[in-house]
Structure formats: C-alpha cells, structure tokens
C-alpha cells in the first residue's frame, strides 16, 4: 500500500468563542473489497472505518466511513475554540491498524 | 528507456463501475440497458433503508440543506456539502448526519458524529456513487426527531479510462 | 458500460427520427439502448454539422490553446488549485520526503540540489529536453530517475511507482506557474518531428489521429467529457478516474486504448516524442501539476 500521510488544514491561532472550520485529506486507497488486481486476486475490503477527533482529550468529531468513502478521503468540519490545545486525528483501519497525527490549536 | 508496466495500469479500476453495474442488475436495480427479465428482487425501498436507522420514525423535510453536483462527473469522488439549522447548544444540537445512497452495494455510505463543541453543523465530504440514483441526508437532532434532504444526481462517465 | 467505439459508431451511422413506426419492438429497445443516437439526424448532416462547426472552432481558437483545466468544471478548478483539497499535493508531500530522505552511502537529492524551490523553479517546465550526454530525449521522470541510478547509485523506482510519481509531482510542483519553454530545435528537432507525426497520423481501429479530436472538435463533448486540447500541463495529475496521482504517459496509454491503438510502454521513444511535441504545442503555458482530472 501506499503510504499513509494526511494534510491537515486549520487555522494556527483562534479567539475564544471563535467556530473553526478543520479540512482533512488523507491518502489512503479505500479498497472496497471484490475488485480483481492485476494478478487476478480477489482484492478484500480495506478501507479506514473511522476517523476520531480530540480537543484537549474531549471528543469533538467522529467520521464513520464505509465503502460508499471515496479513496484518498476528503472531510472538512467545525469546531469552538475553548481552549489551547492539541487536536489528534486517529484514523482506524480494517483490521486494527490506526494511524494517529495532531495539530495544535492556540487560543487567544 | 526501457520500463516496466506498472501494476497501477493493469489495475482494473474501470472494471470497478462496470463490476458495479453488473452487482446492480444482479441485485435488480433499474438500468435502462438491462431488459426487465433479468432484473430479480427489489432492493430495499429507501424509505425502509431510513425508517433503519431513525428507528421507525420520518424525518421532516426542512432545516437541512444537501449540495451535491446534480451531473456528477466522476462516481468516484463526488463533493457533498451538509449543512443543518442548528444552535447546536447542549439542549439543541445535531448528534450525528448520515448519508444513504440507495443504490451504491451497500447504501449506508458515512456518518458524521457531532457535538455541542461543533459549533455549526457544516460537513463536507468526498463520497463514492456507483450509479445515478437518489441520496439522501438526515440529521439526528438532540431532541429526539430528524430532519432530511435528497438530491436526485446523474453520474456520467469520462471519456477515455485505462480500460477503454 | 458503452464502449467509445460504440458510440462513435452509432454517430456515424445516426438513427433516423423518420424510421418508420414498423420496425416495432427492435427500434424501441435500441432506442432505450441508444438514447444518444436521438437528435443526431442523419449520418451526413451530422458529419457536415461537425466538420462546420470544427472548422469555425479551429478558426477562432486557432491562437489560444487553454490547459485542459480550462475544460473542468468551476468547482474542479477551484480543487486543483486548493492544496488542502487536491489529493495530488499528497504525492507531492511525499516526493518532498524522499527528496531528502537517505539511503545508504548515496547523497540525498538535496544535498545537491539545495535549495530546491529556486535552484529546481523552471526544471520541469524545460522537460522533456535531449540529454547531452545521452543524446537521447529525456523527460523528468527519467531524469530523476537517471539522478537516482548514475548518481545515487540506487535502483530505479521504476516509471509510475509511487515514489517516482511522488517525486516528479514534487519537482513540477516547484515549477507552478512557471510558462514552458521546451525546444523544438537543434537537437530536438529530429524528436520534435516524429512527435508531430505521431500526432498527425490516423491510428487505431477508431482509425483517428490526435489532431482531429484535440484540435478538430475541442469544446465538444465526447461521453461525458469536454475535449480538451490535449495539453499535459497539469501532470502528473490526480485524476478521479483513477483514484490517484497518475503520470501524462499513463494518460496517454488511455489516449491510445480509447482509439483501439498500439499502448506503448511507459517511457518509450514514441510518447516521449509525442510529450516533447505537446509541450511545444503549449509553449508560453504555465505549469499546473499536481493538476486535478476527471
């Protein structure tokens, strides 16, 4: 597989109060499942299931992905600036694996 | 320069819409092309598919708006925008929005979990479309009910794919 | 799904509206089979239509090639140039990583090429170029590649790996915006030409030359898509279609197999040819990769 690696784009620095919008692009196939390689093997679903999204250790977003996930997944969404802290992504994949990434969030 | 055919161009990608097509005329949803004695069962209705997930309840129709490309130019990466008319303060708030596309091989497609903390409910996403066919949003509001959106879309095909 | 060589046929051939009601069942299920045939008239008027309109089309725009994202949509061509939204800066990230990354004894790419976004600003928009010591036509992947075999003494990634696709979309990257300036003379010349012919000539069971779509009947709409120009400004482009970051001479092998034609390998003398020709085609146009494609 290719390598995993997320773009995270959100602004450095908020006022308290303030609604940030957070854009989260990921590489990542989201193999389906039932689709012939070149070698004619049955590919099986893989796909990230999930993305998890702490503030400051509270859970502030959860994606649920499916098959219907275009691959290379593209997701943006909000939040309330509280206070500064640390936003970690963890994305979780068919069969366990997570890969997890964070970025900070500065309030003023 | 003498190179290797990369297994990305063997890759039936393209069979994945065609492979699709015919998982769709298995599962007797409507083509045109398909004469209607090869269609079998029909699938679950898709007020079925809703009343699953709001456990039996309809969803009103209103405070929710779905923008998705009417002409679609690639099933495999369709923009959507949801939004939801929300305060989203701890007594009324979206907790989650689903998207069902009723004739993808499994039509519950993805689920956005919100919170309070979310401040808007204001999502965007990039989602997989096998055929033309109606999707549909609800959002699960904090006071028991729900709220919905559809769009009927077109999804048309791009000229020349790896596979011809 | 319907095949191109299916649906140029039954342009050519058209379906009369006129078709008399008797042909009963069969016309109606060829109608719902073909409903594209509808409107299209008779074969010839079709063809006198087209041959007029392309005409005029060559005529007005004869001057002013566009990049083939001037053919997308608005909100694809507001993505392409979101780099939190385009996949293809993925690729890109990752072609920054491997670009300094070490392996073994070898240098890094940038323990030479320091300074990469000036010292490498402009690289991509001279490819493909002849190579002095080679005299051979090169492109920028098999310069990178050529910097990874003779200079770093490391195997070559091969054409459209990952990491080689990674890296070409980094190196063009550094050269977005920047107009190309690829020559057709002195020693490209001789490539230049066997370009230009390939471009020219009829090929394929379709029997169609590139000219005829990418100059003929741009604006037009084959499937769903606009014909573009044909230019390749935008690659390595991430393209919908493939779910991923794919090079110009993948691209083309679709070109090829969309007309029935010979596929030839990526990399060979004739697509390096006919890049080398369709970058001078876009000459004064600026670099877009990682484009965004349908």
Known sequence: MASFNARITMPAEARAGEIVEIRVLVRHPMDRGGQVDSEGRVVPRKILNRLTVTYAGEPVFRYDMHTGVSANPFVSFTTRAVETGDLTFEWREDGGATFTRTARLVVT | ?164 | MIPTALILRSRASGVSKDAPERTGPSFETRSAIAPQDEGYGSGKAFWLATALISLLLTAATAEEIKPGSAFLSASMQRQQEDEARNPGWLWVEQGEELFSRREGAAPTCISCHTDPKQSLRGAAARHPQVDAASGKLINLEGRIEQCRVDRQKQPAFGYESQELLGLTAYVASLSKGVPLTVSAEGAAKPYYETGKAFYDRRQGQLNLACTQCHDGLVGQKLRGDTISYGIGTGYPAYRLEWNGLGSLHRRLRACSLGVRATQFDYGSDEYLALELYLAVRAKGLALEAPGLRR
């Open chain 2, 1 to 164: 320069m003498s190179s290797p055919i990369s297994p990305a161009c063997a890759r039936p990608e393209p069979a994945l819409s065609r492979r699709e097509v015919m998982a769709a005329g298995v599962a007797g949803l409507a083509l045109a092309a398909v004469p209607a004695s090869t269609q079998a069962a029909a699938p679950p209705a898709l007020a079925e598919l809703i009343a699953r997930i709001t456990e039996g309840a309809v969803p009103e129709r209103g405070r929710i708006t779905f923008d998705i490309p009417q002409l679609v130019e690639n099933g495999n990466s369709v923009d959507v925008a949801i939004q939801v008319e929300s305060p989203m303060t701890q007594a009324d708030h979206v907790r989650w929005i689903h998207v069902i596309a009723e004739k993808n091989p499994f039509p519950d497609v993805a689920r956005f979990n919100l919170t309070p903390r979310s401040g808007r409910a204001d999502i965007r996403a990039t989602l997989r479309l096998a055929t033309s066919q109606k999707v549909v949003a609800i959002a699960s509001l904090s006071g028991g009910g729900y709220v919905m959106a559809d769009a009927d879309i077109v999804v048309t095909l791009s000229a020349c794919i790896d596979g011809g």
